[in-house]
C-alpha cells in the first residue's frame, strides 16, 4: 500500500511535468467522449505534427505497429511535411500510404514516420484497454502508473485508470487508486466518468463506494459532484458511514441546487434515521435560497418518524426569512406531526417568527385545530 502511495506520489510529479510540456497538445471529438467508435484528433499548436483517428485501433504488442483498425476506421497523421494515411483493404490488411503512395510496411524509408504515428497514438490514448492489460500483466499497477506520465491528457490517461480499476487488482489497491484520481486528472469531467464507469462496470462492493465518496469530495466542480453522487445513490444501498459521508459532500458543495437535488436524491433512495437529521439541520442553516431550504425540509417531514425527530426539525422554520416559507413548512408539518401538545406548543413558538400579519393568522388558526 504505501509503496502505491509512493508511486502514485512521483507519478503526480511527473505528470505536472507533462503538463507543462504537452500545452501546445489540443484533443478534439466530434462524438460522445463515452462513444469508442468516435472521431477525435490531436493538434499541435507548434504545427510539428497532427493526428485524427477514426473509429477503433489496435496496437501490435510490442507498440511498433497498427494491427487492425474498425470497419470504415482510419488514421492521418502528418508530420513536417508528410502526410501518413492508415486504412484497411476488403481482406483486413492494414495498408500504409504516405504522400498519397501505398508503401510495405517493413520500408524502412518511412519506418521513422509510422513510429511517430503509433507512439502519438499511444499518447493519446488509443488501445488503452489492451495497453493496460498488457503492462499489468508484466509490471502490475506501478507499470500502469509509470505509463500515465508519458501520456498527452487526462482523456487518455483516464482510459488507462479506468482499464486499470476494472482489472483484478487488489482491493488495498482499488482504495488507493481511486482517492488519487482528482490529483492524477484535472479534469472533473473525467474525473466523474471513471467513478460512473466504475459503478456501472465493477462488482458492488462497500469498499468501492466508501473510497469513492471519499474521492468525491475532491472534484472542483459541483455538476461532477452531483453526477457522481446521484449515480452512486442509484446503485446502492447506503451504511451509515457513507450516509453521513453524502450529507458531508452536500454541505461542502457551494450551490444551493445541487445542495437540494442530492439531498432530494438522498431522501427518494436511502433509509434516513435520526443521525441523519441531526446534520441535514447544519446543512439547512448553511444555504442561502429560502425556496431551497424549503424543499429539504419538506422532504425531511416525510421520513420523520419519531417525537424526536420533529422536535429537531420545527425549530429550522425560524432559519427562513421569508414569511411564505415559514407558513407552507408550518401548514405542512400541521397536517403530519403525531399527536403530541409539546410539539403543538413547538409549532406555536415557530409562528411567533412570522411578521406577516396575514399569514401569521392563517397558520395560528391551523395549529389550534390539530
Not at 507512439?119 to 507499470?143: F, H, M, N
Not at 492524477?184 to 463506494?209: H, P, R, V
Not at 438522498?266 to 437529521?277: A, G, H, N, V, Y
Not at 408539518?333 to 403530541?340: C, F, G, N, Q, V
Request: glycine fraction near 4%; aromatic fraction near 8%.
Amino acid at each position: 500500500m504505501k509503496k502505491l502511495t509512493l508511486i502514485i506520489f512521483l507519478c503526480t510529479g511527473l505528470l505536472s511535468w507533462a503538463d507543462a510540456q504537452e500545452k501546445n497538445i489540443v484533443q478534439k471529438n466530434t462524438k460522445e467522449q463515452a462513444n469508442e467508435d468516435k472521431n477525435w484528433q490531436l493538434i499541435n499548436n507548434n504545427k510539428e505534427w497532427k493526428l485524427r483517428v477514426r473509429g477503433q485501433v489496435q496496437l501490435s504488442s510490442d507498440d511498433k505497429a497498427i494491427t487492425s483498425l474498425s470497419r470504415g476506421g482510419a488514421i492521418h497523421f502528418s508530420q513536417r511535411g508528410e502526410k501518413l494515411e492508415v486504412s484497411e483493404d476488403k481482406s483486413g490488411k492494414v495498408l500504409y500510404k504516405i504522400n498519397g503512395r501505398i508503401i510495405d510496411e517493413n520500408n524502412t524509408t518511412y519506418q521513422s514516420l509510422i513510429s511517430s504515428c503509433v507512439s502519438t497514438l499511444i499518447k493519446g490514448g488509443v488501445d488503452a484497454e489492451r495497453r493496460t492489460a498488457r503492462l499489468y500483466t508484466a509490471g502490475g499497477t506501478q507499470a500502469v502508473l509509470q505509463e500515465l506520465g508519458s501520456l498527452h491528457n487526462d482523456f487518455a490517461r483516464s482510459r488507462y485508470i479506468n482499464a486499470l480499476l476494472l482489472l483484478p487488482i487488489s482491493s488495498s489497491e482499488s482504495v488507493t487508486l481511486i482517492k488519487q484520481v482528482p490529483q492524477l486528472l484535472e479534469s472533473d469531467y473525467y474525473q466523474s466518468e471513471i467513478f460512473s464507469d466504475l459503478l456501472t462496470k465493477s462488482e458492488q462492493q462497500d469498499y468501492l463506494y466508501t473510497a469513492i465518496l471519499s474521492a468525491t469530495e475532491d472534484i472542483k466542480s459541483d455538476y461532477y459532484r452531483y453526477t457522481t453522487v446521484s449515480k452512486l445513490l442509484n446503485v446502492q444501498s447506503l451504511n451509515q458511514e457513507q450516509k453521513a459521508a453524502v450529507l458531508h459532500i452536500v454541505r461542502h458543495t457551494s450551490s444551493d441546487y445541487y445542495q437540494a437535488e442530492l439531498f432530494k436524491q438522498l431522501l427518494k433512495t436511502q433509509t434516513i434515521e435520526s443521525p441523519d437529521f441531526q446534520e441535514t439541520m447544519s446543512l439547512v442553516q448553511s444555504m442561502k435560497s429560502d425556496y431551497y431550504k424549503t424543499e429539504i425540509l419538506s422532504g425531511l417531514m416525510k421520513k420523520a418518524e419519531k417525537e424526536s425527530d420533529w422536535k429537531l426539525l420545527i425549530p429550522q422554520v425560524s432559519h427562513i426569512a421569508s414569511d411564505y416559507y415559514q407558513a407552507e413548512l408550518l401548514q405542512q408539518m400541521t397536517k403530519r406531526i403525531p399527536a403530541s401538545e409539546t410539539l403543538k406548543q413547538q409549532l406555536q413558538e415557530a409562528a411567533k417568527n412570522i411578521k406577516s400579519d396575514f399569514y401569521y393568522g392563517k397558520i395560528t388558526r391551523q395549529i389550534s385545530a390539530i
